[in-house]
Nanobody, 123 residues
Framework: QVRLVESGGGLVQVGGSLRLSCAAS????????MGWFRQAPGKEREFVAA????????FYGDSAKGRFSIFRDNAKSMVYLQMNSLRPDDTAVYYC????????????????WGQGTQVTVSS
């Protein structure tokens, strides 16, 4: 069993930055991937970024490229999402997830999910 807890969401103005954190506990494996997804009201869950515990190669969704960065601290079992140049369409609940699938961009690739943290970007 794996438990994921997100934090760091909040209200920010357009152009601002936020750093989301995800704390993982329980059984994890080095090949597992950690991913961030987001879901806005009335929309499908959208892939944001992912990284494996033992990889230095992050993987980003189109909405995150050039503005967001995912990184990890293996010693602390933490994964972070640094979000810069935030826009109103970044407003969503952001979820942390983990899984062992080779693919990284679909919700079904992940077995465990956190409860989510709200990010609101005001104009």
């Amino acid at each position: 069993q794996v438990r994921l807890v997100e934090s760091g969401g909040g209200l920010v103005q357009v152009g601002g930055s936020l750093r989301l954190s995800c704390a993982a506990s329980g059984r994890t494996f080095s090949d597992d991937a950690m991913g961030w997804f987001r879901q806005a009201p009335g929309k499908e869950r959208e892939f944001v970024a992912a990284i494996r515990w033992m990889s230095n190669s992050p993987f980003y969704g189109d909405s995150a490229k050039g503005r967001f960065s995912i990184f990890r601290d293996n010693a602390k079992s933490m994964v972070y999402l640094q979000m810069n140049s935030l826009r109103p369409d970044d407003t969503a609940v952001y979820y942390c997830a983990t899984g062992a699938s080779e693919r990284l961009s679909r919700p079904n690739d992940y077995a465990y999910w956190g409860q989510g943290t709200q990010v609101t970007v005001s104009s």
